[in-house]
């Protein structure tokens, strides 16, 4: 379902029955479509008609799977949503237990997984386990106006919605994001809080100057981000021009917990996601032992036993995306270092590491100068083959409205990126597309760019 008024409601008839709600990517495939059902084991699933073509063409590859409910008209083989929830009493179930709800990772480095976690045996009028790392850190209340730009079928939006509702507040969702647009809502319903990704943060300061001082964001309290890494001079763009309210915080889908950081945090420790608390927070060498202060490894977050998420019918990630010693230390992929200040800093993801010459090189440096240059709209650096090498780094580029690629602009690109980061980490070549593909949640797709360069070869990632 895209971004819907009903999406929240069937969330909730699922939160409040024992049931485990699945939220599905808008854009899948049939194919991808009838692949989240059917792994999943579902039960019953819901569209809507904007749905409808990829819906109405998965009927007989999803046998299993007998309710099937479409809002906002009639599809062959499904039953109207409407009419189906009008013929039943709206009165509270007798006994309502929580339920659950398991995401989707978003396939950034392969197929989707599903990522559940236990189902709670638990009244659902008790607290939510969630509430102190969303609602209670960020001050949701009944007050509150939560501004969801992002779609609702990714993790952290779900969450953030599902947590202002158990609040009392109110949230203004987006059918999908614009840049003006979002400003427009924050003013038009005075929205206190929000939550965005790096991307979009981007694209709001491009906006004309004219255009941002338009808008009366004075009742926005509290901005948070998430997803991925944040440029340092984006995020410092962004708190000159909103104020010390910007806010972020670290975890994924399939981790077991979150670091968060406030902005005055953040601009006495520039570039990390929160303070690493050695009881939470562990960084790891390929051997599995621990790193030493200022030493990159693999991010590990420390969870509780017997609520750890695993990956539905995926024993062997789930193992995978375990310390090897430590069964509650739980691994998203991404790698970090602990700097003697104690706050953890990103690098990158683990897939995406170049190793050139024996060198590991982290993309998202390269990719925070890019992006930083006032002709380029987004970036993406990766390792393509190099014979001598092994890797050589490569960046694909999609300019600002308007700008024409050309070699000259690549040269000056290369030349741009020499000035802000190591030679070593330089990109041997630039590549322009008219748009890279990432999520809706914001989230770059770099293993659907980088497979074509390596195609025909071996590839660990």
Same mark, same amino acid.
């Given at each position: ?5 009903? +999406? ?10 024992? %049931? !485990? ?23 019953? *699933? ?38 189906? *929830? ?6 509270? &179930? ?16 392969? #197929? ?17 386990? @969630?509430?102190?790392?969303? @609602? ?14 992002? =779609? ?33 809502? *924050?003013?038009? +319903? ?7 990704? =790096? ?10 100057? /004219? ?5 009366? %964001? ?16 984006? #995020? ?13 915080? +670290? ?30 927070? #562990? ?13 990159? @490894? ?5 969870? $509780? ?44 993801? #683990? ?23 006032? &002709? ?29 690629? /050309? ?9 741009? !990126? ?8 330089? =990109? ?7 748009? %890279?593909?990432?999520?809706?949640? @914001? $989230?770059?797709? $770099? $293993? ?14």
């Amino acid at each position: 379902m895209e971004n819907h008024l009903s +999406y929240m409601a069937v969330i909730w008839a699922a939160l409040r029955s024992g %049931l !485990c709600a699945v939220p599905v990517n808008k854009y899948f495939n049939s194919q991808e479509m009838a692949y989240v059902i059917n792994d999943c084991s579902a039960k019953a *699933i819901v569209t809507t008609m904007a749905q409808g073509e990829v819906a109405g063409s998965v009927n007989a590859e999803i046998a299993n799977c007998q309710i099937r409910l479409v809002a906002d008209g009639e599809l062959p083989g499904w039953e109207n949503y409407e009419a189906a *929830i009008a013929e039943h009493d709206a009165s509270r &179930l007798d006994v309502e237990m929580m339920g659950t709800i398991m995401s989707y990772t978003s396939g950034t480095t392969g #197929k989707p997984k599903g990522v559940l976690r236990p189902l709670p045996d638990m009244p659902a009028s008790e607290p939510w386990a @969630g509430w102190s790392e969303t @609602g209670g850190l960020y001050g949701f209340d009944a007050s509150t106006v939560y501004l969801s730009p992002a =779609p609702l079928y990714h993790g952290a939006p779900m969450r953030f919605c599902r947590a202002v509702h158990m609040a009392g507040g109110t949230v203004v969702m987006m059918e999908k994001f614009d840049a003006e647009m979002a400003l427009q809502l *924050i003013d038009r +319903y005075r929205v206190t809080h929000s939550q965005w990704v =790096p991307t979009m943060f981007a694209r709001m300061l491009k906006l004309d100057a /004219s255009v941002r001082g338009r808008f009366n %964001l004075s009742s926005h309290r509290v901005a948070v981000h998430a997803a991925a890494p944040c440029p340092i001079d984006v #995020k410092r763009q962004m708190i000159a021009w909103w104020g010390p309210i910007v806010h972020e915080y +670290y975890g994924g889908t399939d981790s077991a917990g979150i670091t968060s950081i406030s902005c005055d945090e953040w601009l006495r420790h520039r570039g990390s996601v929160g303070r690493a608390d050695p009881a939470r927070v #562990k960084v790891c060498l390929e051997d599995g032992t621990e790193a030493a202060i200022g030493q990159a @490894g693999t991010v590990y977050l420390v969870g $509780k036993r017997g609520a750890l998420p695993e990956y539905l019918n995926d024993p062997e990630k789930t193992r995978a995306a375990r310390h090897p010693a430590h069964d509650d230390w739980v691994t998203g992929g991404d790698v970090g270092v602990v700097r003697d200040d104690g706050y953890l800093y990103l690098t990158d993801r #683990k897939a995406f590491t170049i190793i050139s010459g024996g060198v590991n090189i982290y993309p998202q440096a390269i990719e925070d100068a890019l992006i930083e240059h006032p &002709l380029v709209g987004d970036a993406a650096v990766f390792g393509v083959p190099n014979e001598e090498m092994g890797e050589e780094v490569k960046a694909v580029v999609e300019l600002a409205n308007g700008v024409v690629p /050309s070699a000259a602009m690549a040269d000056e690109l290369i030349a741009y !990126c020499k000035s802000r980061v190591a030679r070593y980490m330089v =990109p041997r070549s630039v590549e322009f597309v008219d748009k %890279l593909p990432r999520t809706a949640a @914001g $989230k770059l797709m $770099k $293993k659907e760019l980088r497979d074509r360069y390596w195609e025909g070869r071996n590839l660990v990632s």
